[in-house]
């Protein structure tokens, strides 16, 4: 991956990690404050709607005070015991309709109806729902089940006593806690009151309404609904109504408890959640318009960065690439003032140093080359050099001292000198085959062909050796892919390869030839189990005019690096002292180098047909 990729990678992340935490920071705080806001809310509602309830009872009491007041009333309190229980059973429903009030009851000291609004029939039976209605007439409205013709019903009492005559009379008035009462509440934007009635052992989601009526999926209710009927105290729970989260409702269940203290309904307040999930919307929607904008301008920002910090760079690169290929004259344009133009102008004062140090050891190298050239050449003239001057030494004394004489040594000495200038014309003729190695004829060559027909070639010479013979072990890799070689020089520079390994075992031994791929590249292994080689030796042995034979060259190997390197390859050596030791040369397959011999050979054959 590019530095320009990564660059952009990294701004893109960088933004995108930031701006989720943001958002999610964002949104955790603002469901802490709505959830604190909504469970604050939430309570003042639950209150709000008690006080709205007491209130409501309040104006039945107020009502009901009235009706104990009245003069209607009055009468039939003290005509109670005096006249029968039919005298006054239709009086109590022209009273509460002119109160309006739905449940109105007129109850002696003994609790028989004396007459009834919602039933007149009850007149003369007693009312045990009730209880204790002398404290009860000292207590404030209460929630009761209504027995009906047509069932129960919950409504909201009250209790007050007239007292005249021996025994009181009671007067029992009370409205209808259903959906005209719900909607008679005033409650804030946003929350809504709904009513279970308690009218059996058994939870049934019919017996749920609220201002509109019945209320549909009721059966989402029935947990909170049980738990408060069960603990009889306030209970608060989280409905979800479908799959959207902003149809969900906080619910606060408060016990509607009867005279006796046990819940007869449940009074249900939701507040809907549908502006905290609309807020969390709008705080995801503008995350992600925030996210997008920021990608974009980090894309810019990056393209930006790119062109003021990566493309010297990538000039850095470039230049480091051709100080590696062997182009030390290099430079870099220095655009800026601050690292990356520090950075360039380190590199540029290093190329510098590196042509000048360059230089210089190329001259030390070619000093040191030619005192070598010197010092081999007059070790190999000397040889020769002091024969011939015996030999003329000698002539010159035998012409002197006897004609005769000279006569007899003339021969010897021509063919001494004949011999000797021989020598000298052989040293010169090695020399001169070192200085005008051919440049490599590229052609399509399978390496274990070479390295057979070499084995082929010597095999007579290491089995026919009186000071011992040499085994000679071919192991040679399959499928190996052709380069573009020379065959001549590669066959003779494993020969000479060969002949080296024959002279490091005088006493015979093991020559091993292998070939294999590691790569790209083609390895051809020449072991030999002879003497070895120092370090010293091994540092030093692939320099020109450098032996360790005593009527060696020392050109040689040097011939060997010649043409290893003229192919592309390098050439080593691993040895150590009486352990052996293998020259390794890796070989690229150089098909370019192949392909550019066709391509100027092609036009060449073209005219010649």
């Known amino acids: 991956m590019s530095f320009r990729r990564k660059l952009l990678l990294m701004f893109a992340l960088t933004v995108i990690v930031s701006v989720t935490a943001v958002a999610w920071l964002v949104s955790m705080i603002t469901r802490q404050a709505f959830e604190k806001a909504n469970e604050e809310r939430a309570s003042a509602l639950a209150a709000q709607f008690q006080r709205e309830f007491n209130r409501r009872g309040d104006d039945i009491l107020r009502r009901v005070e009235a009706i104990a007041a009245s003069d209607a009333v009055t009468r039939i309190a003290m005509a109670q015991g005096t006249a029968n229980h039919g005298t006054f059973a239709n009086e109590a429903g022209p009273i509460a309709q002119s109160h309006q009030l739905e449940f109105l009851e007129f109850v002696d000291g003994d609790g028989v109806i004396v007459s009834s609004a919602q039933l007149p029939a009850k007149f003369g039976y007693a009312d045990s729902s009730l209880g204790d209605l002398a404290k009860l007439a000292t207590k404030p409205a209460f929630p009761k089940l209504e027995e009906l013709n047509d069932g129960s019903t919950l409504g909201l009492f009250g209790v007050r006593p007239v007292n005249i005559g021996e025994k009181p009379l009671y007067v029992v008035g009370g409205q209808r806690v259903d959906r005209k009462f719900l909607a008679g509440l005033e409650l804030q934007p946003g929350t809504r009151a709904m009513l279970y009635s308690n009218l059996s052992s058994a939870f049934s989601a019919q017996m749920i309404i609220d201002p509109s009526g019945t209320l549909k999926d009721g059966d989402k209710l029935a947990p909170v609904i049980g738990d408060t009927l069960r603990h009889a105290s306030e209970e608060r729970a989280l409905v979800h109504w479908s799959d959207d989260p902003a149809d969900d409702e906080s619910i606060d269940a408060i016990p509607l408890n009867g005279a006796d203290g046990k819940p007869l309904g449940v009074l249900l307040v939701g507040t809907a959640r549908r502006p905290y999930v609309d807020v969390k919307r709008h705080i995801q929607s503008a995350a992600m318009l925030v996210g997008g904008s920021s990608i974009v301008l980090a894309i810019l920002l990056s393209s930006w ?124 003729l090695r020399f001169s085959e070192f200085s005008k190695m051919p440049q490599p004829h590229w052609q399509k060559v399978e390496i274990n062909d070479v390295v057979k027909n ?150 060449v054959l073209t005219r010649g047909q």
């Open 305 to 428: 960065v790119a062109a003021r910090v990566t493309k010297p760079v990538e000039q850095l690169a470039v230049a480091a690439r051709e100080v590696a290929s062997g182009n030390l004259g290099t430079s870099v344009d220095v655009t800026s003032n601050d690292e990356v133009g520090d950075l360039a102008e380190a590199f540029n004062r290093m190329t510098r140093e590196l042509l000048e140090q360059k230089d210089r050891l190329v001259q030390t190298e070619r000093v040191a080359a030619w005192r070598e050239l010197a010092r081999r050449l007059a070790h190999e003239l000397k040889n020769p050099l002091f024969p011939l001057q015996l030999t003329v030494e000698n002539l010159v004394k035998a012409r002197a001292q006897s004609p005769a004489l000279f006569e007899e040594i003339f021969q010897e000495s021509a063919d001494t000198l004949l011999t000797e200038i021989n020598n000298l014309k052989q040293v010169i």
């Open 454 to 603: 070499v084995a082929r070639l010597f095999q007579p010479q290491l089995e026919a050796r009186a000071s011992g013979s040499i085994e000679c072990r071919v192991d040679l890799g399959a499928n190996l892919p052709a380069i573009a070689a020379d065959a001549e020089l590669l066959h003779r520079v494993i020969s000479n390869l060969v002949l080296n390994a024959m002279d490091a075992m005088p006493k015979g031994g093991t020559l091993t030839l292998r070939t294999r791929q590691i790569g790209d590249r083609i390895v051809c292994d020449v072991s030999d189990t002879g003497v070895g080689l120092t370090p010293e030796e091994c540092a030093r042995l692939f320099t020109p005019y450098y032996t360790s034979k005593q009527h060696g060259t020392g050109l040689g190997l040097a011939i060997v690096q010649s043409v290893i390197s003229d192919h592309g390859g390098r050439v080593s050596v691993d040895s150590q002292p009486g352990r052996g030791t293998t020259f390794r040369i890796e070989l690229p397959r150089n098909l370019n180098k192949l392909q550019t011999t066709v391509a100027q050979v092609s036009p």
